[in-house]
């Protein structure tokens, strides 16, 4: 069974940084694209990063220039550096994997996509 665990989440002030992980476990013989979201309290989830397994990014504009991608493929691993923190930014991150090439016994399958748990982030003044 494949699953991704986030962690890293917590309190900062604002200006400050965090750095979250996404951990995604089972056998897994590739992933396509992996993203991070996140949800505030009465907001619809958001689209903050993708990244590909190419390591290309995209970035919604609110975070450009403060937030930072990265994965490891050989690890099935990717991390979010965030920087200049503001109160806006609370909210519970979200990480997904896309296009998920895992294996059972002797098939190999592929799954669309997988959601983690969710880390809180809080920001204060």
């Known amino acids: 069974q494949v699953q991704l665990v986030e962690s890293g989440g917590g309190l900062v002030q604002a200006g400050g940084s965090l750095r979250l992980s996404c951990a995604a476990s089972?056998?897994?013989?590739?992933?396509?694209?992996m993203a991070w979201y996140r949800q505030a309290p009465g907001k619809q989830r958001e689209l903050v990063t993708t990244?590909?397994?190419?390591?290309?990014?995209n970035y919604a504009d609110s975070v450009k220039g403060r937030f930072t991608v990265s994965r490891d493929n050989a690890k099935n691993t990717m991390s979010l550096q965030m920087n200049s923190l503001a109160p806006e930014d609370t909210a519970v991150y979200y990480c997904k994997a896309m296009g998920i090439r895992t294996s059972r016994l002797t098939s190999t399958f592929w799954l669309s996509e997988i959601w983690g748990q969710g880390t809180q982030v809080t920001v204060s003044l």
């Open positions: 089972g056998t897994i013989l590739s992933i396509n694209t």
């Open positions: 990244i590909t397994s190419g390591g290309f990014t």
